[in-house]
């Protein structure tokens, strides 16, 4: 005689979700990999291509140049010396503006 339900409702039985697939160690260890490779790639350093900064380093000598590669924590000076558009990669925190 009397429905509870307000006019027009549907059942609360008729649209229920699928549960989601049992998650395997095989797909956490994926989604755990790639976030991680994300995160390594992505870029960390406080410099832009275009700056011009200078780079100390030990193996690599002091040279200045202007930033044409940003790869993670590696940065890509491009020199004018020893050769005319050398390319000498510093980790980025062997970096500092000249001035």
Sequence with gaps: MFDSSPRGAVPRDTFQ???P?????GSRLRRLFSQAAAQANA?????RVGDYLAGDDPFNGCKEGVVAVIRGPSIGLRTTSPRDGTVVYYDYRQLRKPW
């Design 43 to 47: 870029v960390s350093s406080p410099f």
């Design 21 to 25: 697939g049992p998650v395997t160690l």
């Design 17 to 19: 979700l699928r549960p």
